[in-house]
């Protein structure tokens, strides 16, 4: 069925990092406001904003004080209004994150909930009493150490599957079900289209919190296995589905880790699912699934792309995906999938038309649009991330090497995804005139935006381009989807075909010409766009993408 939201391609603003608009380091709503003309010019047509509530921001901003307040260092109320107002004179439609499995601990509910056994408020975050000494149960947090805290009023334990300034809510408890879909409406009256639903996966958690087995010796079990897509979450679901999403139409955007391809069409079936489309992590944690926190594999082509196509055929008729390589929480594209460094451009290119044309919505993160890479950060003074200042710290005090910790961050960090946007090659990279929060990448000299709207070969450009081209050909929204090239360790390609034509994109992941004379695929078909100055039939250059158009 067609959709505004499969149609559309999305903009993710980290809001801390985009643009500062009153000189004090840290990104703003006005900042924002005074960009929405480059977003236009990028031809998206929708932004998921990053948490802008009140906060005390110990994890970005997924850590709400209150969910009917805008955060300081953003702005007021009335920016976030005229933010909604602007986005909707610029034809953009804004969707916000709506955390609904934990807030801060500095958010009145939890403030309350501490207070006493017999709050009234207690059972809206989930206590329990300690198992002798120990926390209640073995669970680990996904931000490293123990799941559970004590706390000093009752000496009960709290929940916090991320930090432990993130208490878990009881999702059991019908008040707070009630209260987070008021707070959904609340937003949405206010002119929003929507949510990207943060850690959806996790509201439902397994009711007996048993202790659990631990792997490898290690002294925490995963929360995974009692936490992460429970039996009866999708209940909970759709009585969200019921009372505010549809009502209000609203479009969502599942973070949804622990689906597995199978029960995709329980999550995002046009009929009977709950969600429009899910984000999904195989393809992004190919380096690291199945392995402790802090170990890292080299990932492999057909991995990366086994990743992608179990899922695209896995949401064929009724499902659909949300497509990214970037994100808050990754670390820049180019970076871990291309080549940051002599085919930069290149690679960025390519890694645009690959994740761009399969089938599904389009997220760009900010920056990717202009090849924007990882930092080179060179000491733990630099990073800012929780969850990655916890784990270093773990690994320090567990006796490991400084240098081992350091390499994990510098290949995995967060942070990388969070330096400043870089508008130019001026101070702060035009991002502030004051001293940014987290530091700018020193290559903001070369890679920036005014750089990249003066040159017609530019990452930018082509980024307009491909918008243009999914605009102009619905079958590269609607069409199906077959994986070509399977078995190849260099190139990775797919068909998509609708009605009676079909578009076949090729892209090389190495750093060498890779020959395909005799390819079928490349038969009878006219190439539509590619990256390199001069495309040479039957090769494919360094880090070549080609699209080509057919009928069939
Ligand atoms: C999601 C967010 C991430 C955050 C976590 C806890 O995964 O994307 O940034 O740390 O949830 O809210």
């Known amino acids: 069925m067609r959709r505004w939201w499969k149609e559309s391609v999305f903009y993710q603003i980290y809001p801390r990092s985009f643009q500062d608009s009153n000189g004090d380091g840290v990104g703003d709503l006005r900042g924002i406001i005074n960009r929405l003309d480059y977003l236009v010019y990028l031809g998206v047509d929708a932004i998921w904003l990053c948490p802008v509530y009140d906060s005390p921001n110990r994890d970005g901003g997924y850590d709400i004080r209150d969910y009917y307040a805008i955060l300081q260092d953003f702005g007021t109320m009335q920016d976030m209004m005229d933010l909604i107002q602007a986005c909707t004179q610029h034809g953009l439609k804004i969707i916000m994150d709506l955390v609904a499995n934990h807030t801060s601990d500095e958010n009145v509910w939890f403030i309350e909930s501490r207070l006493s056994k017999n709050s009234s408020k207690r059972n809206w975050y989930i206590w329990k009493e300690g198992y002798g000494e120990a926390e209640p149960t073995n669970m680990e947090s996904l931000f490293g150490g ?16 991320f930090s432990k300034h993130q208490p878990d809510l009881n999702l059991e408890n ?27 996966t996790f509201l439902k958690k397994d009711q007996s919190y048993a202790r659990l087995s631990c792997i490898d010796g290690r002294p925490y079990a995963l929360v995974s ?50 969600f429009d489309m899910i984000i999904t992590f195989d393809h992004v944690d190919v380096d690291t699934i ?19 196509t179990v899922w695209q055929e896995a949401a064929i ?35 645009a038309v690959w994740f761009m044309l399969m089938r599904g919505t389009p997220f760009i993160y900010q920056g990717q649009e202009i090849g924007m890479t990882n930092c080179p950060f060179t000491s733990i003074r630099e990073y800012r991330d929780i969850d990655g200042l916890n784990y270093y710290w773990g690994a320090i005090s567990r006796g490991e090497p400084e240098e081992e910790a350091l390499k994990y961050l510098s290949i995995k960090g967060r942070d990388h995804a969070r330096t400043p946007m870089q508008w130019s090659g001026k101070k702060n990279a035009g991002f502030s005139e004051g001293k940014p929060w987290i530091q700018v990448n020193p290559n903001h000299i070369d890679i920036n935006v005014e750089q990249s709207l003066g040159d017609g070969d530019s990452i930018l450009q082509f980024y307009r381009a491909l918008i243009r081209l999914r605009r102009k050909n619905k079958a590269l929204v609607y069409g199906d ?36 004379r005799d390819d079928p695929s490349l038969i009878g078909n006219k190439t539509v766009l590619s990256n390199v100055d001069e495309h040479k039939f039957g090769i494919l250059q360094p880090y070549e993408a080609i699209v080509l158009r057919s009928h069939v």
Not at 502 to 516: A, D, G, H, L, P
């Open 481 to 516: 989807y077959k994986e070509i090239m399977k078995d190849s360790n260099e190139v990775g390609g797919y068909v998509r075909t609708y009605g009676n034509v079909r578009f076949t994109v090729i892209c090389n992941f190495t750093e060498c010409e890779v020959e395909m």
């Open 146 to 161: 123990s799941a559970w805290e004590q706390d000093t009023i009752t000496g009960e334990y709290y929940l916090h599957l």
């Open 290 to 308: 199945g392995l402790p926190k802090g170990k890292i594999r080299q990932w492999d082509l057909k991995s990366f792309k086994h990743a992608f």
């Open 317 to 351: 008729p009724e499902g659909w995906i949300a497509l990214y390589l970037e994100n808050h929480d990754q670390v820049r594209s180019v970076s871990k999938f291309g080549n940051d460094g002599r085919y930069r451009i290149e690679s960025a290119k390519m890694l």
């Open 174 to 200: 019908p008040e707070v079900r009630d209260s987070i879909y008021s707070m959904m409406r609340w937003w949405l009256n206010r002119g929003i289209s929507g949510f990207r639903m943060d850690a959806i």
């Open 225 to 274: 296995d009692v936490c992460l897509n429970q039996p009866g979450l999708l209940d909970f679901l759709h009585e969200m589905k019921e009372l505010v999403l549809k009502p209000y139409n609203s479009v969502s955007v599942a973070e949804a880790p622990g689906i597995l391809p199978e029960q995709l069409t329980d999550f995002v079936d046009e009929r009977n699912g709950v």
